[in-house]
């Protein structure tokens, strides 16, 4: 597969490697590994409570464990995405999740707060190795036109795990145990590491860049205009969400419905993802976003008002939880679309730092969520939707620069025949 553009939708010179429709489907092997990685990402919010009492720490402090892979997944996202560019692709997806696996086996074990965050930050690892290029191998594999709804299968393993993940966890707390649901995702992430490597044709890897050559992508005022936002609007979804049951027991959500509420969100997850590829692809990316943060802003305000009120409207609250995680996991395909039209010539790169911006904004959520916390879930309530305004100010104002205008500017190193080389390096 030489000189073929990761994103120009040119038929690879190779035999086997699938493209167009077909390649879309070949893209669910790669879900399967985001399902494992968003799983591993989300299941620790449902069984907090239990975790904090078995470590003998508060809730705050056990929610820095989702601070914590959240920072290191942001930090090392474009690092690995550098220091693995000549690895096989498929080989580097295996190694990915065997990482993640691995050490969940590590965080089952903890003694203690300080072994657990350890065991995170490997865990982080192998996550921000495998997302960022599934994500951009996913969109190899189909024709321009299909790029998005590409991604967006890809993306749906991460919007299927916020279906299983907190509600497994929640299962976990009650009949099974927080240990036990960590080493259920251990065993997902060696499952599909096998199903990948069995399933996945074989791609190259890429020509190395230096990471400072490659970062030079930050220096273009459209690339800078649209990560911030990133931050933003996972920062308001996950203010909350970090702390979904302490949220559901506000509102007045018995424990006996718990799981329900916790699968409308995962639902609402799910179908956000895939109606915002097929959007994105059709309206485009900046409609869909104003459309998504306008719908946050309504689910975070409206659940603040009910847990200020002490009403207990229960249809009320089932659509806010769907309308919630509906508008949360609406913004990552159209995000990455947004990127990847400013700079298609380091699509993996772009892709791997809007997954640090994904991380960052649920760690700046989940920082913000646990100092909220103690003052009461309203406030936390309405700290995420105060921050889902500010993302949908941002959203305008940069979107009336025409930040997607902008010139395409060649990419670093882009004179080398890569994989990811586009039109303009040709």
């Known amino acids: 597969m030489s000189s073929v553009s990761i994103l120009s939708g040119s038929r690879p010179a190779g035999r086997g490697t699938p493209t167009g429709r077909s390649g879309l489907s070949s893209t669910l092997v790669l879900a399967l590994g985001t399902l494992a990685v968003g799983t591993d990402a989300f299941v620790v919010a449902g069984f907090l409570p239990s975790m904090a009492d078995e470590l003998h720490v508060s809730s705050t402090a056990a929610g820095q464990s989702v601070t914590v892979f959240a920072a290191a997944y942001a930090v090392l996202s474009p690092v690995l995405a550098t220091a693995t560019v000549r690895l096989p692709r498929r080989a580097l997806l295996v190694a990915a999740l065997i990482t993640l696996g691995l050490a969940n086996v590590g965080s089952a074990l903890a003694p ?3 072994v657990l965050l350890v065991s995170r930050v490997v865990a982080a690892a192998g996550a921000a190795a495998y997302t960022p290029t599934a994500g951009a191998v996913g969109a190899a594999l189909v024709r321009p036109e299909l790029r998005t709804r590409a991604m967006a299968v890809v993306i749906g393993g991460l ?9 497994l966890g929640n299962l976990a707390e009650h009949w099974l145990g927080w240990r036990t649901a960590l080493s259920v995702v251990a065993g997902l992430c060696l499952l599909f590491a096998l199903g990948v490597r069995l399933i996945m044709p074989a791609l190259p890897g890429n020509v ?30 996950y203010t909350a969400y970090a702390y979904s049951v302490p949220v559901l027991r506000a509102v007045r959500v018995p424990d006996s419905a718990d799981l329900w509420m916790l699968l409308l969100y995962g639902l609402g997850a799910v179908l956000g993802n895939l109606a915002s590829g097929y959007a994105t692809d059709r309206w485009g ?5 104003t459309t998504g943060y306008t719908g946050m802003v309504l689910a975070l305000g409206l659940l603040t008002w009910v847990a200020a009120t002490h009403l207990s409207p229960a249809l009320l609250v089932g659509v806010l939880v769907l309308l919630w995680g509906a508008s949360s996991w609406c913004q990552t395909p159209a995000q990455q679309h947004r990127l ?9 790169l772009v892709v791997s730092l809007n997954s640090s911006g994904i991380y960052l904004g649920i760690g700046l959520g989940t920082v913000l969520g646990g100092i909220a916390l103690p003052h009461g879930t309203t406030l936390v309530c309405g700290l ?23 010139t395409r500017v060649p990419a670093a190193g882009c004179r080398h025949r890569a994989v990811t080389a586009g039109p303009a390096c040709r």
């Not at 459209?222 to 609007?233: D, E, F, Q, R, S």
């Not at 990316?285 to 976003?289: E, P, T």
């Not at 995420?384 to 902008?406: D, E, N, S, Y």
């Open 112 to 114: 203690n707060l300080a």
């Open 159 to 167: 919007t299927a795990a916020t279906a299983l993940g907190v509600p």
């Open 208 to 237: 190395r860049v230096p990471l400072r050559t490659r970062l030079t992508v930050l220096r273009r005022p459209a690339v800078l205009a649209v990560l911030p936002l990133t931050v933003l609007g996972m920062g308001a979804a």
């Open 285 to 289: 990316s900046v409609r869909v976003l």
């Open 340 to 348: 990847i039209e400013i700079a298609p010539q380091e699509a993996p």
């Open 384 to 406: 995420g939707a105060v921050l889902a305004i500010a993302a949908l100010v941002f959203l305008r104002i940069t979107a009336r620069g025409g930040t997607q205008k902008l």
